[in-house]
């Protein structure tokens, strides 16, 4: 985690656009990982740290140097990249169906096949935006409940009840293609 | 759905979508069209501005709410006025 000085904050906060290129050259490379994480395309996850710091630059004098830059900047992050799953939530379908072939993970079981992948990474994509970040992130991610949680703004709880949905949403969308988990 | 199920569910999603790579970074600096985004959002005058001066959309809305009070209730006059 990058250590900025209490005075880059303060300066950050009050404004000063210096302090802001320091915090962004500091943060764009995690700030980039947490949303590639989430939207999963190295274009979008790009154009959506740009959008990320937009708003960082935006909402300056609301931030509270005490409370640390990564988290909020992370919260900010994890809200950009769901209005954008939730504008575009067509278009990962479709790059999906048309995309073919999904590259197996190193450690692949070979149980599985690549049509069950396939169909399988299609039904998560299909869920709705707000359960799909919580079970990437907590399930495919492995990232602990209590980040994801402060990412999203909502309580632990919250998370296992989203991640909960996730999965059984997805096991009825895989059911009826004839998908026995 | 039981812990077992869950349990199943989960290995399976993680077979049909990898982790990211943890040191992912962006292919480029990203300096560059930020500072972009940065310049068109400063560009943007915050409300439209014609004949001089500054009418935001929300002037205009209450502008149209004064006019069609004074239409119906004419008698609201004095107190606007005593208001202004």
């Keep these: 985690m990058p250590n900025e000085s209490s005075d880059v904050l303060n300066r950050f906060r009050q404004g000063d656009a210096f302090a802001f290129e320091t915090l962004f050259h500091q943060h764009q490379r995690s700030v980039y990982g947490w949303i590639l994480r989430i939207v999963r395309d190295p274009s979008s996850a790009e154009d959506l740290t740009v959008e990320t710091f937009w708003r960082i630059y935006r909402a300056h004098a609301r931030f509270e140097p005490a409370r640390g830059f990564e988290g909020w900047a992370r919260r900010i992050a994890t809200h950009a990249a769901l209005d954008s799953l939730r504008a575009s939530g067509d278009k990962f379908e479709l790059d999906t169906e048309a995309g073919g072939e999904i590259p197996a993970p190193p450690e692949a079981d070979p149980a599985v096949s690549a049509e069950i992948r396939a169909k399988t990474a299609q039904a998560f994509r299909r869920l709705p935006p707000k359960l799909r970040i919580a079970a990437t992130l907590a399930v495919i991610e492995d990232r602990p409940q209590k980040d994801v949680a402060a990412a999203l703004g909502i309580s632990v709880a919250a998370v296992k009840l989203r991640v909960f949905r996730a999965l059984r949403l997805l096991r009825k969308d895989l059911e009826r293609q004839g998908i026995t988990p | ?84």
């Design chain 2, 1 to 84: 759905m039981n812990e077992h199920d869950q349990d199943q569910l989960k290995k399976l999603l993680q077979q049909a979508l990898p982790q990211v790579e943890a040191d992912a970074e962006p292919a480029r600096d990203l300096w560059p069209a930020m500072l972009r985004r940065l310049d068109a959002d400063s560009a943007k005058p915050a409300v439209s501005v014609r004949n001089g001066f500054n009418w935001a959309w929300f002037d205009g809305a209450l502008a149209a709410s004064l006019v069609v009070l004074v239409a119906f209730f004419p008698a609201a006059i004095p107190l606007l006025l005593y208001y202004l």
